[in-house]
C-alpha cells in the first residue's frame, strides 16, 4: 500500500518548512502572499510504500516536481518501459525500469561520479504508476480548490485552467496504466 505526501516548501531563514497539501489555513497563507507565483512551485513529495519510506525528508525538493518529474516519468515509462528525468532542478536524475510484467526499479540517484543514491525500491508496476497519478491530481485539485491560477497573475502563457488541463492528462495516464500487461 502506497501513501504520497504532498508538500509545499517554504524558505525561512535559510530553512526549509513543509507544508502538507491537507493543511489548509497555512495554504492558504502562502497562496495569498503577494510573492507566490502558480508558475514555479517548490514542492518535496514524500512516498512511502508498505510503512517503509522510498522518498524521505532526505531528498532534496524540488520545483514543478508533479508537473516536470513525477508526471513526465510515468508518461515516458509508459512509453517504452523505462526512464530518467531530472529531479527538480538538482543535478539528480529520478529512474524507473521495468524488471518484469509486474515490478519496476525505481531510483533517485546523483548525476555525477561518484553515484550518490538517494532513493532506491523494487515497486509493484500498476500500483506504483496509479499510487503517483493519484498524489499528482491531488495536488492539482488543491490548486483548483484554491483558485491559485485564477487569482494570480501569470505568463501569457499558462491558461488560467491549467490545473484542469493537468488532471485531464492524469486521467488520459491513469487509463494508459489500466491496459498495462
Not at 485552467?161 to 489500466?178: A, G, S
Request: net charge negative.
Amino acid at each position: 500500500m502506497f501513501k504520497i505526501s504532498t508538500f509545499l516548501v517554504e524558505f525561512c531563514s535559510g530553512d526549509e518548512r513543509h507544508i502538507s497539501l491537507e493543511d489548509s489555513l497555512k495554504l492558504r497563507e502562502v497562496f495569498e502572499h503577494q510573492k507566490f507565483t502558480p508558475e514555479y512551485i517548490q514542492l518535496h513529495v514524500m512516498i512511502q510504500y508498505n510503512d517503509q519510506i522510498v522518498v524521505g525528508n532526505d531528498i532534496p525538493s524540488g520545483l514543478d516536481l508533479w508537473e516536470q518529474t513525477y508526471t513526465s516519468a510515468v508518461e515516458g515509462y509508459l512509453d517504452e518501459r523505462k526512464v530518467e528525468i531530472m529531479y527538480g532542478i538538482d543535478p539528480y536524475i529520478m529512474k524507473l525500469k521495468s524488471i518484469s510484467n509486474s515490478l519496476l526499479e525505481f531510483s533517485i540517484e546523483g548525476e555525477w561520479e561518484p553515484v550518490e543514491v538517494l532513493a532506491q525500491a523494487i515497486l509493484p508496476e500498476r500500483d506504483f504508476l496509479d499510487a503517483i497519478l493519484d498524489g499528482a491530481e491531488q495536488f492539482w485539485k488543491v490548486l483548483l480548490e484554491f483558485k491559485v491560477f485564477e487569482e494570480k497573475e501569470i505568463r501569457e502563457s499558462t491558461p488560467s485552467d491549467y490545473p484542469v488541463q493537468m488532471i485531464e492528462e492524469i486521467k488520459e495516464l491513469r487509463e494508459r496504466v489500466k491496459s498495462l500487461n
